[in-house]
């Protein structure tokens, strides 16, 4: 088992542009991810957002885009698992996320990685790993059910 890295990987039955619409917007973002943006997502731009999902609304996440190539690439950087409002994380080190979007016979494939776990502090590592491992898997289906959602009603 690499404990550094998630990677995970979903067809979509949607074309490319409604793919990075949906990662792109904070609107559509938030509403499929599960959180509410506190401003536009811009390329090398820290972000905040509050979670919505139910038992969660405490949490708040800090995101720093790194970097949006149109229909190809999306990447930020965040502290993983960060759901213990008593703990201050802000000064362990940040995972990186990157989805890449590439064209397949079903639609697109989205694949997401998050990698640098092995420089999280050793007391929360695998916790933060087992904690993103699980989220991606949901999210992965948040986003299908989403796109699925936009393009019937588009």
Sequence with gaps: MNSD???????????????WHALTDAQALGAWFGMKL??????????????THKGYEHITLEIV?????????????????????KSDYSQEPMTSVVFELADDPGGTRLT?????????????RMEAYRG??????????????????AAQSA
């Design 5 to 19: 890295r998630i990677e995970k990987s979903v067809v979509l039955r949607a074309p490319r542009a409604k793919v």
């Design 38 to 51: 506190d401003g536009p997502i811009t390329a090398g731009a820290p972000l905040k957002g509050q979670v």
């Design 65 to 85: 885009v790194e970097r949006m190539e149109p229909e190809r690439l999306f990447s930020w950087r965040w502290h993983p698992h960060a759901v213990d409002p």
């Design 112 to 124: 997401v990685v998050e990698s640098g776990f092995d420089s999280i502090p050793l007391a929360r």
């Design 132 to 149: 993103n491992e699980q989220g991606w898997s949901l999210q992965m289906e948040a986003i299908a059910r989403y796109v699925g959602q």
